[in-house]
């Protein structure tokens, strides 16, 4: 609850605070000797710098090897890129089927208790699109993922 109450402070002294800081910056302007224009040049320069660097590193990395690609080339990649979404769905569907929706242990038949999921199966969920759940049996010590399809209405972690 305290936190709620900071944050409430801060909400509404917010704006306030914003006008002093402009107005301590205005007044120290026009008190100190500062060429604000030769640095406002200089961090455009650099700016524009930097931006024509990243430019000629995404031309090297990405648009050159596209552009001299040859149509075989480009085929070839594209099939590779679609076998690849296909053995992923395929991979799903596996996953989804493998596993029923039983509570019960497929070890010793007793009841399976849901536990909270690793890092990695969070990770594997999110990238396969599915639902999991992480069960273990309280008297085998069995451990199981299961996956499940998302549901329409249901939103991802």
Known sequence: MKHNYYHSKHAKFG??????????????LLYTELEIQKIILSFTEFVRYGVSSIESIISALIIDPIANLEFSDGVGVLMLAISFVLFVRQFRARLVSAYFDSK????????????????FQQ???????????FFICGDCDHSCVRFFNRSPHQPAE
Do not use: Q
Not at 104 to 119: N, S
Not at 124 to 129: D, P, Y
């Open 123 to 133: 990770t594997l969920s999110s990238f396969l699109m599915l639902d999991s759940a």
């Open 15 to 28: 704006v306030e605070l914003l006008i002093t800081l402009l107005m301590v910056s205005g007044v120290l």
């Open 104 to 119: 019960a242990c497929p070890e010793c038949g007793h009841k399976l208790h849901r536990i909270h999921r690793t890092r």
